[in-house]
């Protein structure tokens, strides 16, 4: 995420992001989703090339700048008798930078020898592959079904920001080709088994529990249960009727129940204790 706040690998902010369907919510950001955030970034960058009146260098510009920003710069050029092309605008120094340094990258990697560079090969075939779910699943469960450690599979699905992938609002996972058969044999056992695909649920806080109890009591950490709700690992004074994504004893058979309260879940809620330091006023003359 950069100090704009744009984030992912194409580096959308949220409005911009927005604007081409990325979701971002309490369960995803989909700015972080190799494969949507692609698929925008292509889409933006057709705009904005047609925008700036098919050329690229602008374009480029605009995507680093913003096209209303590349907008302005030119009109003022024009408003001068100036040029308008790329290299005679005035610009930030980082946009300045930005079309240069693309093309210096796509001059290395057509001819690295000739800077006397050594690229590591990388064989011309997909990585990795979009396998379709029916069911929600826990992230972890879902990596050892992989058979990835969580990192790797949090690497290629860094647009899921919760500890279970709800089918209501995503259908997929991205895996290592090579990794494919391997879920679907081990996913086949598990739930031959019998065994709940999901342990994380909604739950409300009752009367006397903490943010530190309930952790204790579902056998994760109070860290744990904290960035699982996006709260800060301090916030302890939480009330009865604040409801958290929750690990829970549940068998296979509750699936159908769980999906449902999954869907229904827009995210956490809390309802806090809040001290906030008395005031003192001294009444003026005409307040009322």
């Given at each position: 995420?950069?100090?704009?706040?744009?984030?992912?690998?194409?580096?959308?902010?949220?409005?911009?992001?927005?604007?081409?369907?990325?979701?971002?919510?309490?369960?995803?950001?989909?700015?972080?989703?190799?494969?949507?955030?692609?698929?925008?970034?292509?889409?933006?960058?057709?705009?904005?090339?047609?925008?700036?009146?098919?050329?690229?260098?602008?374009?480029?510009?605009?995507?680093?700048?913003?096209?209303?920003?590349?907008?302005?710069?030119?009109?003022?050029?024009?408003?001068?008798?100036?040029?308008?092309?790329?290299?005679?605008?005035?610009?930030?120094?980082?946009?300045?930078?930005?079309?240069?340094?693309?093309?210096?990258?796509?001059?290395?990697?057509?001819?690295?020898?000739?800077?006397?560079?050594?690229?590591?090969?990388?064989?011309?075939?997909?990585?990795?592959?979009?396998?379709?779910?029916?069911?929600?699943?826990?992230?972890?469960?879902?990596?050892?079904?992989?058979?990835?450690?969580?990192?790797?599979?949090?690497?290629l699905n860094p647009h899921l920001r919760r500890p279970?992938?709800?089918?209501?609002?995503?259908?997929?996972?991205?895996?290592?080709?090579?990794?494919?058969?391997?879920?679907?044999?081990?996913?086949?056992?598990?739930?031959?088994?019998?065994?709940?695909?999901?342990?994380?649920?909604?739950?409300?806080?009752?009367?006397?529990?903490?943010?530190?109890?309930?952790?204790?009591?579902?056998?994760?950490?109070?860290?744990?249960?904290?960035?699982?709700?996006?709260?800060?690992?301090?916030?302890?004074?939480?009330m009865p009727g604040t409801i958290l994504l929750a690990?829970?004893?549940?068998?296979?058979?509750?699936?159908?129940?769980?999906?449902?309260?999954?869907?229904?879940?827009?995210?956490?809620?809390?309802?806090?204790?809040?001290?906030?330091?008395?005031?003192?006023?001294?009444?003026?003359?005409?307040?009322?």
């Amino acid at each position: 995420t950069s100090h704009a706040k744009a984030a992912g690998l194409w580096q959308f902010i949220p409005s911009t992001g927005r604007v081409f369907n990325l979701s971002q919510n309490w369960w995803m950001d989909e700015r972080r989703d190799v494969i949507e955030s692609t698929r925008a970034a292509l889409e933006y960058l057709e705009k904005i090339y047609e925008l700036q009146g098919n050329d690229w260098f602008l374009a480029l510009a605009s995507y680093n700048w913003g096209e209303g920003a590349v907008g302005r710069a030119v009109r003022r050029n024009k408003a001068a008798g100036k040029p308008t092309d790329y290299l005679s605008l005035k610009m930030p120094k980082e946009t300045a930078h930005y079309v240069p340094q693309l093309i210096a990258l796509r001059n290395i990697l057509r001819d690295p020898q000739a800077y006397n560079l050594s690229l590591p090969f990388v064989e011309n075939k997909p990585y990795f592959a979009v396998i379709d779910k029916n069911q929600s699943i826990d992230l972890k469960l879902a990596a050892e079904l992989a058979e990835l450690s969580l990192d790797e599979f949090q690497a290629l699905n860094p647009h899921l920001r919760r500890p279970v992938i709800t089918v209501s609002r995503t259908n997929r996972v991205v895996l290592p080709v090579e990794n494919i058969e391997a879920f679907h044999r081990n996913l086949e056992t598990h739930l031959a088994k019998k065994r709940p695909l999901v342990t994380w649920k909604p739950y409300t806080l009752k009367k006397g529990e903490t943010l530190a109890s309930l952790a204790k009591s579902t056998g994760v950490s109070a860290e744990t249960l904290a960035k699982a709700n996006s709260l800060s690992s301090t916030t302890v004074r939480l009330m009865p009727g604040t409801i958290l994504l929750a690990p829970a004893s549940v068998q296979a058979h509750e699936g159908p129940a769980i999906e449902t309260a999954l869907a229904r879940f827009p995210g956490a809620r809390t309802v806090e204790v809040v001290t906030v330091p008395a005031k003192t006023y001294r009444v003026r003359k005409n307040d009322s």
